[in-house]
């Protein structure tokens, strides 16, 4: 596996250590890495500079100990070594930036990304935690056991149903992750608390049994698996089962999620017609939203009943 | 070390340097009162100066919202938290007022360059007292833009009555439009290891020779308004340049005058006025009785420097926001806060002449002239009598070239009703 840097990264990260006020590397050490630095300003070739600046750099990183911070934790994660042909690091600017993803291309092989903000070297163990979260996510896209696949997308649901879905998914797994390391004696930056918190805010439509039920049973899931996070996360509420007309259920016409029904049994010949010209499949017993009914009794209205 | 005369302050005042000050320095004033957060004068300044790759973060100009806002976030705040931190309980002002060397009294408190000689480390005390910030506090320049504070919690479905009676609201927020203060002790050229920050001798504007600059950022930590900043591309920093080439004339549109700088120049609420003021050798500020400038700040007292007890002797001013509670005021703007708003709020004769000359004309007007004019309008405002005089006001270009005349009244045109839409 190999380790590689985004510019900018190495670049704030040692500058960050350079400028630390307290615990920072030996003065002397900022200033020869300064004078060093000073030169290279001299390097008219823009490419030329910006590569002797990276060389530069990266040496200090290393010699700084800040390339250890990152690879210490990823050794923990076998899996990475094994699978991974780079783990690459990147600058995040804010917060809702950092995290970790899997590229996966027919010359590079399988890239594991990282971005992170470069504030998290001030509190070393933080980073760690933050690091091993991170690790922990990539190791599972790459378990067979864990069968993931970066396919989140689900047939047939609009873009606010795979955007709740996606993010629903990312609670959960975040969950299985840090009641693992926590399992495992590690510190992790969520606690249970924290994490379960999160989880009753998302699924506060279930009963608090079964809350206590699915969340104490992803923590402390040594072995979680993806299609069952989805599983979760794509329809809590058991509303792809029900044709009824359920409050919230999507309506099988428009596809929609609606909490106004219209009472489908009492439609009109033509209406009814009009549904079943476009749904051959469709019967009253699966109700229509209000909308729906509203439209298929206007087409109705105006197609002559072939008789 | 040396003493250097921070008037200001009303005192002496430690500083890396001896003062050396400009014949004319630049200087502004804003009329928060006024500023509508319409974000121009901030493009006005991107378009022309910071619209390239490495640019991106930079934003000379900025207008944040009071009190949650700030670019970059929380910038005051965590200077003053860092103050307080090293003089605790001691960041206060007394003494009498005195004109010209001690308009505000006496700051009793630390500056940054005082308060940097106790905050030591391996490397050595910092120049000025400051800190650098994060990426994440630079990303966005217009975070809670329009979040209001209020006296009271906020309850659900229930409007907060009477928040917005003055003298001071209790709901509120303010605009506040910054530009580097082109101080007359920099903090920012205090700290630069390099000396690649210098302070022109013929305007006093503050600029980084990006020959000279290594990137040490030594800058962006001193400067206590936060307005250095660095660029990724060529690895040095950036600041506003007071957009020199107008402000010594030579911009076309001048006609070879001087002329008030982009941000000025854009400002669509017309709350901005800029120019040069004639300084004494201990930086005072010469008498100069018919300058826009020197009637806003040391006759009329109106517009107040920006957070003065920094030390660095910022020439932005500020005209304060009337519907601000006080405290807060005082904290930003000194104690000259109360008296300030008093006079805006029933402003006499000359003051309403003058005001008419914030946005008028894009060259900078260094003397004014008032004709008298007739009384128009007589009312009663808060228990006081208040009347209206239609003066003229007339301005002049250093060179006596008239720039600009125009009336107390504003000029209003009465569209001919020949069709439904003339214009
Ligand atoms: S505002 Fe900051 S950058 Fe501008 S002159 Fe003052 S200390 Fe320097
Ligand atoms: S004075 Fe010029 S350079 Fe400075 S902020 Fe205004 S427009 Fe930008
Ligand atoms: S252009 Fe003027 S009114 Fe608009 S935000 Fe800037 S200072 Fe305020
Ligand atoms: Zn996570
Ligand atoms: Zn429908």
Not at chain 1, 30 to 45: G, N, P, T, V
Not at chain 1, 119 to 144: G, I, K, Q
Not at chain 1, 210 to 226: G, K, M, S, T
Not at chain 2, 174 to 202: D, G, M, Q, T, V
């Amino acid at each position: 596996m190999q380790l590689r840097y985004a510019d900018d990264f190495v670049e704030g990260a040692v500058f960050i250590c350079a400028n630390r006020r307290r615990c920072g590397p030996p003065p002397l050490q900022i200033r020869r890495f300064h004078l060093a630095r000073e030169k290279l300003y001299s390097i008219l070739d823009p490419d030329a500079r910006n590569t002797a600046f990276f060389n530069l750099q990266l040496e200090w990183f290393r010699e700084w100990g800040l390339e250890k911070m990152l690879v210490g934790p990823a050794d923990e994660f076998p899996l990475l070594r094994r699978m991974l042909n780079a783990l690459v690091f990147r600058r995040a600017r804010i917060q809702r930036d950092e995290g970790a993803e899997l590229y996966v291309g027919p010359e590079n092989g399988r890239s594991g990304v990282v971005a992170l903000r470069i504030e998290r070297f001030d509190r070393p163990d933080e980073l760690a935690c933050f690091l091993r979260h991170e690790f922990a996510h990539v190791n599972d896209m790459l378990d067979p056991a864990f069968g993931y696949s970066p396919e989140v997308h689900l047939p047939g649901r609009n873009a606010a149903q795979q955007r709740l879905t996606r993010e629903r998914y990312r609670l959960l797994w975040d969950i299985a992750i840090d009641g693992r390391l926590t399992a495992a004696s590690r510190a992790t930056l969520g606690g249970r608390e924290q994490h379960r918190v999160a989880f009753d805010h998302v699924f506060g439509f279930w009963p608090e049994s079964r809350r206590n039920e699915v969340f104490d049973a992803l923590w402390v899931d040594r072995q979680p698996r993806h299609a069952d996070l989805l599983a979760i996360a794509s329809d809590p509420r058991g509303l792809d089962s029900t044709h009824e007309p359920v409050p919230g259920a999507a309506c099988p016409l428009c596809g929609f999620a609606t909490f106004a029904w219209a009472g489908a049994h009492g439609l009109s010949a033509p209406t009814r017609a009009a549904i079943c010209a476009e749904f051959p499949h469709w019967a009253p017993d699966q109700g229509a939203c209000r909308r729906c009914v509203e439209i298929y009794r206007i087409v109705g209205a105006r197609t002559p009943l072939a008789v | 070390m040396s003493a250097v005369y921070n008037w200001q302050l009303g005192r002496e005042m430690e500083y890396p340097y001896d003062g050396a000050f400009p014949d004319r320095q630049f200087a502004f004033v804003f009329n928060i009162n006024r500023c509508i957060g319409c974000q121009s004068c901030t493009m006005a300044c991107k378009s022309t100066w910071t619209f390239s790759k490495g640019q991106e973060y930079m934003w000379w100009n900025n207008v944040e919202t009071k009190p949650y806002g700030g670019y970059p976030q929380h910038w005051d705040v965590k200077l003053l938290q860092l103050l307080e931190q090293l003089n605790p309980g001691g960041q206060t002002w007394n003494g009498a007022p005195q004109a010209l060397k001690a308009p505000y009294g006496q700051f009793k408190g630390q500056t940054v360059f005082e308060a940097a000689l106790k905050n030591v480390s391996a490397e050595g005390a910092q120049q000025a007292l400051g800190y650098l910030p994060t990426d994440e506090e630079w990303a966005a320049p217009n975070r809670y833009e329009d979040n209001p504070t209020g006296a009271e919690k906020g309850q659900k479905s229930r409007y907060f009555a009477g928040g917005e009676s003055l003298p001071q609201h209790k709901t509120w927020f303010f605009y506040l439009a910054r530009i580097c203060n082109h101080c007359s002790y920099p903090a920012c050229l205090a700290a630069c290891p390099r000396n690649a920050i210098y302070k022109r001798p013929e305007d006093g504007i503050v600029l980084v020779d990006q020959e000279r600059c290594r990137g040490y950022r030594k800058c962006m930590e001193a400067c206590p308004y936060k307005k250095t900043l660095y660029r990724g591309t060529t690895r040095v920093t950036e600041k506003c340049i007071g957009c020199f080439p107008r402000v010594e004339g030579r911009d076309p549109a001048g006609g070879g005058l001087p002329m008030q700088t982009r941000c000025m120049a854009a400002c669509v609420g017309h709350i901005r006025l800029q120019g040069l003021v004639q300084l004494n050798q201990d930086g005072t500020w010469k008498e100069d009785r018919y300058n826009p400038l020197y009637y806003l700040v040391h006759v009329a007292k109106v517009a107040l420097p920006l957070y003065p007890q920094f030390g660095t002797e910022p020439n932005g001013y500020y005209i304060p926001p009337r519907w601000v509670p006080r405290p807060y005021l005082r904290q930003m703007f000194g104690p000259g806060v109360d008296g300030a708003i008093e006079r805006y709020a029933n402003p006499d004769r000359e003051l309403l002449a003058v005001l008419q000359l914030f946005g008028k004309e894009q060259r900078i007007c260094s003397r004014y002239e008032i004709k008298e004019g007739p009384k128009i309008f007589e009312t009663e405002v808060r228990g006081k009598r208040f009347a209206m005089y239609n003066d003229t006001i007339v301005g002049y270009a250093h060179d006596g070239t008239k720039v600009v005349e125009t009336t107390v009244e504003e000029p209003v045109h009465i569209r001919p009703d020949k069709h439904a839409n003339s214009i």
